[in-house]
């Protein structure tokens, strides 16, 4: 167990719809991470956040956003879904910021876009 | 741009020796970094490098880096039916405040018993 938990494990919806993603960090980590992972892509990093501030952005679609609240949780927002973001969505967390910077993964979300 | 490339899959038997192999593209990366997920499960890290060694032996694993190929690898030795799983190669290009990680796509390891 990473200490880092998403809600929920599994999520199905339709095309055009909205969903939200939860992840909790370890307790302590400052900074937050999301990344996507697909059959094709890969594992892509979509967008980090350290201490409710944004701090860098990937591959992240104008569709999707994401926020860090003051109790460090993070929700990462999915809106007018189509059916290729159907893919495993983890968070990751870390206390540091800098180069070395050991990631802790959650055990993600399996987004299906029907 | 960033990449980093690995090949997708390595069967071997129990017992033998796995190499997993991996380039990266951004010369800049203070360390490379090795991660495991397991069937079900998120990323575990299983070992990192320093830009500055060559080499560094964990237990079982050795990681060997060449800066001027930018080629990385990961040797598993006496590989047993656990060990089964995607090994996932990283780099961290930005220094500073952004850590974030550019991944390769994974390689598949089977062990047959």
């Known amino acids: 167990d990473s200490g880092v938990t998403q809600t929920p494990k599994h999520l199905i919806t339709a095309t055009g719809q909205r969903v939200t993603l939860r992840c909790s960090p370890r307790s302590g980590d400052l900074s937050v991470y999301w990344y996507q992972q697909s059959l094709d892509q890969g594992l892509q990093f979509l967008i980090q956040?350290?201490?409710?501030?944004?701090?860098a952005k990937g591959n992240i679609l104008e569709r999707f956003s994401a926020q860090q609240f003051p109790d460090l949780h993070s929700e990462l927002n999915l809106s007018s879904l189509e059916l290729g973001d159907s893919a495993l969505y983890f968070c990751?967390?870390?206390?540091?910021?800098?180069?070395?910077?050991?990631?802790?993964f959650g055990p993600g979300t399996r987004l299906t876009v029907l | 741009g960033e990449d980093v490339e690995q090949s997708l899959f390595l069967s071997v038997r129990e017992g033998d020796s796995s190499v997993i192999n991996c380039t990266y593209t951004d010369s800049s990366s203070t360390y490379l970094y090795w991660y495991k997920q397991e069937p079900g499960a998120g990323l575990q890290l299983l070992t990192y490098?320093?830009?500055?060694?060559d080499m560094k032996q964990d237990q079982r694993l050795t990681v060997l880096l060449n800066k001027k190929d930018k080629h990385l690898s990961l040797r598993i030795a006496d590989t047993q039916t656990g060990d089964s799983a995607i090994y996932f190669c990283a780099e961290s290009p930005y220094g500073g405040s952004q850590g974030n990680l550019i991944f390769g796509k994974g390689t598949k390891l089977s062990v047959k018993p």
């Open positions: 490098i320093f830009s500055n060694m």
């Open positions: 990751a967390s870390s206390s540091l910021l800098g180069r070395f910077n050991e990631q802790f």
């Open positions: 956040y350290y201490n409710g501030e944004e701090r």
